[in-house]
T-cell receptor, first 115, second 116 residues
Framework: DTGVSQDPRHKITKRGQNVTFRCDPI?????LYWYRQTLGQGPEFLTY????????KSRLLSDRFSAERPKGSFSTLEIQRTEQGDSAMYLC?????????????FGSGTRLTVV | AQTVTQSQPEMSVQEAETVTLSCTYD???????LFWYKQPPSRQMILVIR??????QNATENRFSVNFQKAAKSFSLKISDSQLGDTAMYFC?????????????FGTGTRLKVLA
């Protein structure tokens, strides 16, 4: 197992465009998390899936953001009509439900730059 | 609501020496977990050490140990025999178990540079 994979690593987009990021968790992990990390800040929780069900969304996740995890495998995070304030590192992480208190496995992140 | 504070934005230490990174948190919970994560430049965040709040004994992992002071709500990380590979951002994180989500509240991080 190669760990949590995120694609792309970097994305530069023009303001107003839509972008989609992908996360492939560790295959047996049923929990999947998205966090956002801006410069000088720690990661902030965006949303959480258990299997295919999206069970919690942060208030940071505006209507322009949507996340899916079809079939409980990979997940996508889409941002519509991007704004400069969306520029950040988007981190994906996964864990087993029985092991979450032991920590997550994080991916390397997707760095989004909106110009 | 829980908050996590890391008051040292940057620190440096000579190779082979010891350094302590500070973290304080605020919560009304009695049962929770605390973590230190390391984020090397352009690489993924990895778990360094974790502490269960109901355990009085401080956690240790090889060169890494914590000083957990529950009453003071303090959770510092000590790195002994610092190595160049320890250069990274270090994040302190709080997790409330049995909340359903098991999400982290992170601090703002401390950038540690180990000098040769």
């Amino acid at each position: 197992d190669t760990g949590v994979s995120q694609d792309p690593r970097h994305k530069i987009t023009k303001r107003g465009q839509n972008v989609t990021f992908r996360c492939d968790p560790i295959s047996e992990h049923n929990r999947l998390y998205w966090y956002r990390q801006t410069l000088g800040q720690g990661p902030e929780f965006l949303t959480y899936f258990q299997n295919e069900a999206q069970l919690e969304k942060s208030r940071l996740l505006s209507d322009r953001f949507s996340a899916e995890r079809p079939k409980g495998s990979f997940s996508t995070l889409e941002i519509q009509r991007t704004e400069q304030g969306d520029s950040a590192m988007y981190l994906c992480a996964s864990s087993l439900a029985t092991g979450t208190v032991y920590g997550y496995t994080f991916g390397s992140g997707t760095r989004l730059t909106v110009v | 609501a829980q908050t996590v504070t890391q008051s040292q934005p940057e620190m440096s230490v000579q190779e082979a020496e010891t350094v302590t990174l500070s973290c304080t948190y605020d919560t009304s919970e009695n049962n929770y977990y605390l973590f230190w994560y390391k984020q090397p430049p352009s690489r993924q965040m990895i778990l360094v050490i974790r502490q269960e709040a109901y355990k009085q004994q401080n956690a240790t992992e090889n060169r890494f140990s914590v000083n957990f002071q529950k009453a003071a709500k303090s959770f510092s990380l000590k790195i002994s025999d610092s190595q160049l590979g320890d250069t990274a951002m270090y994040f302190c994180a709080f997790m409330k178990p049995f909340s359903g989500t098991y999400k982290y509240i992170f601090g703002t991080g401390t950038r540690l540079k180990v000098l040769a």
